[in-house]
């Protein structure tokens, strides 16, 4: 049973790999062509994959770092906008100006 589970582990990382590298601007791909590191973990399968994820695989800078960007504000729910919780108590209050 363990090794049917560690098969399901390592070819679901092959997979991620395989989508990873497919998914990955070309720019982005580090040391060689995309469609090289495609045929390394396709036909590479293990070593491949490792190999992607070690060299290939492009770094993500860290939010906070210098050569990081700062990381947008996430969008609000009508609940936390302040804005719309005024208006919302303005037309409970019967202020609504767009009855007809």
């Known amino acids: 049973m363990a090794y049917v589970l560690l098969a ?3 070819v679901g990382v092959w997979l ?7 998914t990955t601007d070309e720019g982005e791909v580090r040391h060689l062509p995309k469609f090289g590191w495609f045929l390394i973990v396709l036909l590479g399968a293990f070593p491949g994959a ?32 302040p804005a719309f919780l005024r208006d919302l108590e303005r037309r409970l209050r019967g202020g609504d100006d767009d009855r007809a």
């Open 8 to 10: 399901l582990v390592l």
């Open 50 to 81: 490792g190999l992607w994820l070690a060299l290939g695989r492009p770094r993500r800078p860290l939010v906070g770092t210098p050569g990081g960007a700062p990381r947008p504000d996430a969008p609000k729910g009508p609940d936390d906008d």
């Open 16 to 22: 991620f790999c395989l989508f990873d590298v497919l």
